[in-house]
């Protein structure tokens, strides 16, 4: 991975604390619009790792592909776009 | 919260265990889009238990509230699908 | 339908005319970024008017209800959650 | 632009169709939930449109392209994957 690596892990650390505290939330019988918020908060975290993650590896790996390992690299892309949109 | 809490907590838990093997994944230096595909993985376990607990909600709190209660709860439900949208 | 008649009209004939804009940078043969860049534009003027349709079915349709039909729209509500989520 | 032009004008002639249909259903005073259908469903063809042409330029410009404007153009991807992530 070609992503700064301190700050995927420092995100993917706080997401996986999010988890625990919504495991928290479920056991105190909290209300479910909080336990949604609470799970939509740890998806966006995970969003901006994803980010990172692809803008690194686009400003990077995918840059300095070339030949058959471009066109894969940036299938593989087309294929993540696909199931964005 | 309303929802099947016993599924709630297990999906949560596959969650956890999922970002678990991410930071194992960047500690391993893996290959950024199979690193970004565990994370898309984390992210519909999560979209699943969001499900579950609005599902839950709309079914039974939503349904047996009524007047200024229901007003707000309805208004909450505005202000999640705004977001989606 | 219960929301600002005017208000959806107005943006879902803006909408309409992104279109007309976008097949004519088609013809133009205009660069594929830029096109992209103006379908998302048309996609979130479509959002903007799904928002103030669902916001006013919520606000009063939803409200309104009691009973059967009170369920029944609850569970509409929960499939285009499903939808979204 | 690089996709196939006959099927994106033909999908996009689709959507400005459902635009109309959906103009029309207001004007019949339709339910508030089929015409929010009808809105998701349009955008779901635009989705479509976006697929395509996207699809098209990273096999054809984004794939063709060498030194600074590779780099600017997946600049333009990655600012394409923020915005959905």
Chains 1, 2, 3, 4 share one sequence.
Do not use: F, P, W
């Not at 892990?9 to 706080?14: C, F, G, H, K």
């Not at 919504?22 to 901006?48: E, F, G, H, P, V």
């Amino acid at each position: 991975m070609t992503a700064d690596r301190q700050k995927v892990v420092r995100l993917l650390r706080t997401a996986r604390g999010q988890i625990d505290g919504i495991l928290k939330m479920i056991d105190d019988n909290r209300y479910c619009i909080d336990i949604s918020n609470q799970i939509t908060a740890c998806q966006a975290i995970l969003s901006k790792v994803n980010k990172e993650v692809l803008n690194a590896h686009l400003a990077n790996c995918v840059l300095h592909s070339s030949g058959n390992d471009a066109k894969e690299k940036l299938s593989e892309i087309a294929k993540i776009l696909d199931q964005l949109l």
